[in-house]
């Protein structure tokens, strides 16, 4: 039996002009982050329904759809649910990093009063963390407790998780193998998508970081 996992990033949040760690504060989508969330729903519905195949275990629907409990990710949510008359469930540990000092600051913003720090979290996020934020295994214990509880409760079915890049990037790393220290290497755009098919709970990671939009 294969169990699909669509591992989505929400969308594009208000004041996504200026990059800045946004990690625990309440950011909501902007307009067009709905409308990507939107016409990304659009795109998976004719994926997950075309992509059947009883034969293999594939659903043609899914079964759940999970998210943080921030309202960016919930609302996104919320959007990808809706073809399939489901309710997503908020799991809390799928929320992104908290910052801690850095939270809302952006990052030239961090550059210029934490040069040292900041270069160095960049350089090695494993051994070093946000000033007074979440350390990277802290956020791993938590993230991949609750994705080996949903992967757990959906066995043979198809389900997607609503999430922040941070959060997908710690999951990726996981499921692939690779060290967190890499976990900048993997790029999670706004309405990005990773699909994932569990055989028999062994990881086979099908697409990193799919998009339907063009790069602004």
Same mark, same amino acid.
């Not at 949903?150 to 043979?156: C, L, P, Y």
């Not at 706004?190 to 086979?204: G, H, L, M, S």
């Given at each position: ?5 669509? $591992? ?7 004041? !996504? ?24 729903? +659009? ?7 075309? /992509? ?9 629907? $899914? ?25 997503? $469930? ?22 210029? +009063? ?45 389900? !997607? ?6 959060? /997908? ?12 220290? /890499? ?7 706004? !309405? !990005? ?15 990193? /970081? ?7």
């Amino acid at each position: 039996m294969v169990t699909t996992l669509y $591992l989505i990033r929400h969308g594009e949040t208000v004041g !996504a002009e200026i990059r800045r760690y946004k990690g625990s504060i309440d950011v909501p989508l902007s307009e067009n982050g709905i409308r990507q969330m939107e016409e990304l729903s +659009r795109y998976l519905f004719n994926m997950v329904t075309n /992509n059947s195949s009883p034969e293999a275990g594939k659903s043609n629907s $899914l079964s759940a759809v999970y998210s943080s409990g921030l309202s960016r990710a919930r609302v996104s949510a919320q959007i990808i649910a809706a073809p399939y008359s489901i309710s997503p $469930l908020a799991v809390d540990s799928l929320r992104e990093r908290n910052f801690g000092v850095w939270e809302g600051m952006s990052f030239d913003e961090i550059s210029e +009063r934490y040069p040292k720090e900041f270069d160095a979290w960049a350089g090695d996020p494993l051994r070093f963390s946000p000033m007074e934020g979440e350390s990277t295994l802290e956020m791993r214990d938590r993230v991949i407790e609750a994705l080996d509880m949903i992967i757990s409760r959906h066995i043979g079915e198809s389900i !997607a998780i609503v999430a922040h890049g941070g959060v /997908n990037r710690i999951i990726l790393c996981h499921l692939l193998g690779s060290p967190l220290e /890499n976990i900048f290497r993997i790029e999670q755009d706004y !309405a !990005a998508f990773n699909i994932v098919e569990f055989w028999d709970r062994y990881p086979v990671v099908k697409l990193v /970081n799919g998009t339907i939009f063009r790069t602004q």
